[in-house]
């Protein structure tokens, strides 16, 4: 997917001999550090090159095609193909209360992409056996999805070709209504992870001028002015571009974060500690 990406970003990218951009003029996240603790190889039994998720039983990796399911040591337990009608490419993936959430578009076909083909659809997957239980087609509201996280309120999709991150609310009668979007700066371009905890989003940025995890406050309404990240953490590219990540259960501080071929787990300054810490 990469290769699409950077066609799409080819209209943006700075001209040979252009000055260097002016540095934003909005105010700058804290910038914190993300050491790396540990990374986990998959030595080509499973893969995690769009996203990951946590359970309480198994770790989960999204890749275009497939989903694999892991144990708790990222040993492989499964790859499935996850096949929906108009669409070939899953995202970056959540996982909450039983169930896998996911964002599946209509990538290229033969190394070339047709924007008439565009789709974006979010399904809920059960996590036990990987299959589908229910699917939405948010496609008129947004165009190129990505990142999906599910906060047990409001769904979160991260959309490249608005820069937003989009919210939907879970009716009664199980519709997805959306709410609002929460705009953030260009800089930081496309999310290509989102994880909510409490009243404050978590995104992971790449392509952009700013590349990193970044924390925001998420505010009461969301409108149409740009929220801006209050932290940032400098997680690096150690085998490709940045892709979706999760918190560490038992670890509010740490991430795993995925890197197709492999995992990477980072300490995040800043962050609690313990549970016990992040509940004062």
């Given at each position: ?37 540990g990374t986990h190889a998959f030595g080509g039994k499973g893969a995690a090159s769009q996203g990951l998720a946590i359970g309480e039983e198994f770790f989960y990796g999204s890749n275009a095609p497939t989903i694999c399911r892991f144990d708790k040591q990222w040993k492989l337990l499964e790859t499935k193909r996850i096949r929906l009608e108009g669409v070939n490419h899953i995202g970056a993936v959540d996982y909450h209360d039983g169930f896998l959430w996911a964002g599946f578009l209509h990538g290229p076909e033969g190394g070339k992409h047709d924007p008439k083909l565009n789709r ?161």
């Amino acid at each position: 997917m990469e290769s699409l990406l950077l066609a799409m970003l080819g209209a943006l990218a700075m001209p040979v001999g252009a000055a260097a951009p002016k540095k934003p003029a909005w105010p700058q996240p804290k910038k914190l550090t993300a050491t790396l603790v540990g990374t986990h190889a998959f030595g080509g039994k499973g893969a995690a090159s769009q996203g990951l998720a946590i359970g309480e039983e198994f770790f989960y990796g999204s890749n275009a095609p497939t989903i694999c399911r892991f144990d708790k040591q990222w040993k492989l337990l499964e790859t499935k193909r996850i096949r929906l009608e108009g669409v070939n490419h899953i995202g970056a993936v959540d996982y909450h209360d039983g169930f896998l959430w996911a964002g599946f578009l209509h990538g290229p076909e033969g190394g070339k992409h047709d924007p008439k083909l565009n789709r974006s659809l979010i399904a809920k997957i059960r996590a036990k056996d990987l299959s589908v239980v229910q699917t939405w087609d948010i496609t008129r509201d947004v165009k190129w999805i990505d990142p999906v996280c599910f906060d047990g309120t409001h769904l979160w999709v991260g959309d490249l070709s608005d820069l937003g991150i989009h919210r939907y609310k879970l009716t009664d009668d199980r519709r997805l209504v959306r709410d609002g979007i929460l705009r953030y700066p260009r800089e930081l371009h496309f999310s290509q992870g989102v994880r909510v905890v409490g009243n404050r989003l978590y995104s992971i940025h790449t392509f952009g001028s700013m590349e990193g995890l970044f924390e925001f406050v998420i505010p009461e309404k969301l409108t149409d002015k740009p929220v801006y990240p209050i932290r940032s953490w400098n997680v690096r590219r150690t085998g490709m571009h940045l892709e979706g990540f999760a918190f560490v259960p038992g670890h509010p501080n740490q991430i795993w974060e995925a890197q197709g071929n492999h995992v990477d787990r980072y300490e995040l300054e800043g962050l609690p500690t313990t549970p016990a810490e992040k509940a004062k």
